[in-house]
């Protein structure tokens, strides 16, 4: 199967690798294309622009950061729409808002293409190890047609439905995480300034009923200070702004989420952004220090 990739960020470039590893044709394109050479070597074709991309390949999965490069991509120049038709599919697998993915499902349409959002749960590991859980919506025919390559992104994939309800779906498991790597990172704070060992809480949390993978793999280093980004704090914070607007539209109460919220713009405000989301713990961690007599 031959797709076109755009997007060779944290997430993108293991993904496409792994599409490679397992015998698909890949043509990829990055805004910066520099970017392109890591999977030249692995044996991927590269495009000049996205519209260049689509034209040579029947589907077309995208992987950006945010609903404004999600839209540029698509409606700008050499933008996928120039050459997206009839007979082409598009999947857009990053994490947006359900009003842009709408957005560019209907632009897709008109122009006779057809459109998968896909965002998914995971991080850079699963996307190395094709672990990656999918949530699909959309054109069923697409989806279906996908499907291969999704058996090799992820672990699982599930079709929500109707456009927005992938993008829906993926906010609201990232506004959960976000919460509870709050409440982590508070913890792991009030341990520490109580005189408690953080690293016995960890082990303590390890053992009950709140166990979870993300404490078992940020906990140790965010200990260390260590904040290698996996998934980066600004997207982090993007995915809370976008949950909580949904909360918004649909008159749903969320003071848990607001204050995360609030915990992680502080740290992007602290230049922290482009650090893994876990290094929300150094906020809070300067919270509790303050706070000492
Ligand atoms: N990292 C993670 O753990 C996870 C991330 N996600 C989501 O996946 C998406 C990608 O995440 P990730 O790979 O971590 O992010 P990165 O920041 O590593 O990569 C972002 C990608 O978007 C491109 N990009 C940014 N702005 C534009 C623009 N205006 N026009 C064209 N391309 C643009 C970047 O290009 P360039 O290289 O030129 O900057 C890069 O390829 C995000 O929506 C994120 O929320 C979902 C699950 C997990
Ligand atoms: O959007 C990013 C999700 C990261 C994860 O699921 O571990």
Redesign the pocket.
């Given at each position: 199967m031959e797709v076109g990739f755009l997007?060779?960020?944290?997430?993108?470039k293991a993904m496409a690798a792994n599409l490679l590893r397992h015998g698909f044709r890949v043509t990829v394109w990055?805004?910066?294309l520099s970017?392109c050479q890591e999977l030249v070597a692995l044996g991927a074709a590269v495009g000049e622009t996205p519209a260049d991309v689509v034209a040579k390949c029947r589907y077309t999965i995208a992987?950006?950061?945010?609903p404004?490069?999600a839209l540029?991509?698509v409606f700008d120049k050499d933008g996928v729409l120039e050459q997206i038709g009839e007979g082409k599919g598009y999947v857009d697998m990053?994490?947006?808002d359900a009003a842009t993915s709408c957005k560019i499902s209907e632009a897709i349409k008109q122009k006779g293409g057809v459109f998968v959002e896909a965002?998914?749960?995971?991080?850079?590991k699963p996307a190395e190890d094709g672990q990656l859980v999918i949530l699909a919506a959309g054109d069923k025919v697409l989806y279906d047609d996908m499907v291969p390559a999704f058996d090799v992104l992820g672990k699982k994939s599930f079709f929500l439905g109707e456009i927005g309800n992938g993008a829906k779906m993926k906010l609201v498991v990232n506004m959960i995480m976000g919460s509870m790597m709050n409440a982590l990172s508070e913890g792991l704070s009030l341990a520490d300034n109580s005189g408690l060992s953080p690293q016995t809480l960890l082990d303590v949390l390890d053992l009950g009923a709140i166990a979870n993978p993300m404490f078992k793999l940020k906990g140790p280093s965010m200990l260390q200070g260590s904040y290698n980004p996996?998934?980066?704090l600004k997207?982090q914070q993007?995915?809370m702004r976008l949950a909580l607007s949904l909360g918004d539209e649909n008159a749903v109460s969320m003071p848990v989420a607001a204050a995360s919220n609030e915990a992680f713009k502080k740290a992007r405000s602290l230049g922290l952004g482009d650090l893994d989301f876990s290094a929300v713990y150094e906020v809070l961690k300067g919270a509790g220090d303050s706070g000492k007599a």
């Amino acid at each position: 199967m031959e797709v076109g990739f755009l997007g060779l960020g944290i997430m993108g470039k293991a993904m496409a690798a792994n599409l490679l590893r397992h015998g698909f044709r890949v043509t990829v394109w990055n805004r910066t294309l520099s970017k392109c050479q890591e999977l030249v070597a692995l044996g991927a074709a590269v495009g000049e622009t996205p519209a260049d991309v689509v034209a040579k390949c029947r589907y077309t999965i995208a992987m950006l950061s945010d609903p404004s490069a999600a839209l540029s991509v698509v409606f700008d120049k050499d933008g996928v729409l120039e050459q997206i038709g009839e007979g082409k599919g598009y999947v857009d697998m990053s994490t947006v808002d359900a009003a842009t993915s709408c957005k560019i499902s209907e632009a897709i349409k008109q122009k006779g293409g057809v459109f998968v959002e896909a965002p998914v749960s995971g991080s850079k590991k699963p996307a190395e190890d094709g672990q990656l859980v999918i949530l699909a919506a959309g054109d069923k025919v697409l989806y279906d047609d996908m499907v291969p390559a999704f058996d090799v992104l992820g672990k699982k994939s599930f079709f929500l439905g109707e456009i927005g309800n992938g993008a829906k779906m993926k906010l609201v498991v990232n506004m959960i995480m976000g919460s509870m790597m709050n409440a982590l990172s508070e913890g792991l704070s009030l341990a520490d300034n109580s005189g408690l060992s953080p690293q016995t809480l960890l082990d303590v949390l390890d053992l009950g009923a709140i166990a979870n993978p993300m404490f078992k793999l940020k906990g140790p280093s965010m200990l260390q200070g260590s904040y290698n980004p996996a998934f980066p704090l600004k997207h982090q914070q993007k995915d809370m702004r976008l949950a909580l607007s949904l909360g918004d539209e649909n008159a749903v109460s969320m003071p848990v989420a607001a204050a995360s919220n609030e915990a992680f713009k502080k740290a992007r405000s602290l230049g922290l952004g482009d650090l893994d989301f876990s290094a929300v713990y150094e906020v809070l961690k300067g919270a509790g220090d303050s706070g000492k007599a």
